[in-house]
């Protein structure tokens, strides 16, 4: 059984920047595929990066490519989530996803291709 722990969210202004990070537990990082995702209110769950069990390769939905920066910290089991150039729009509650099997790209977009699930962490951009 896989742990998701997510941590690092808070209230930002706009412009400003976050890191989040989600430490796994019970199976090492590199060899689970994980994601963020994000929801905010009334809105569907919506997919934002992804890195791919042992090669490491990462996945961005397109719109937040450049501003937001996924990456995998193998010596503390973790997962990263660093965001630029925050705006109102990136508020939501942000989740860490997980699952041990291998995806192919367009897989890593669907959020029930994930086995495990953190229990969110909410940013919010505001002056």
């Known amino acids: 059984q896989v742990q998701l722990v997510e941590s690092g969210g808070g209230l930002v202004q706009p412009g400003g920047s976050l890191r989040l990070s989600c430490i796994a537990s019970g199976r090492v990082v590199r060899e689970l595929t994980m994601a963020w995702f994000r929801q905010s209110p009334g809105k569907d769950r919506e997919f934002v990066a992804a890195?791919?069990?042992?090669?490491?390769?990462?996945s961005y939905t397109r719109s937040l490519k450049g501003r937001f920066t996924i990456s995998r910290d193998n010596s503390k089991n973790a997962l990263h989530l660093q965001m630029n150039s925050l705006n109102d729009e990136d508020t939501a509650v942000y989740y860490c996803?997980?699952?041990?099997?291998?995806?192919?790209?367009?897989?890593?977009?669907?959020?029930?291709?994930?086995?495990?699930w953190g229990q969110g962490t909410q940013v919010t951009v505001s002056s």
């Open positions: 890195v791919k069990r042992s090669s490491g390769g990462t």
């Open positions: 996803a997980a699952t041990s099997r291998s995806l192919i790209t367009s897989s890593l977009w669907g959020d029930h291709e994930y086995d495990y």
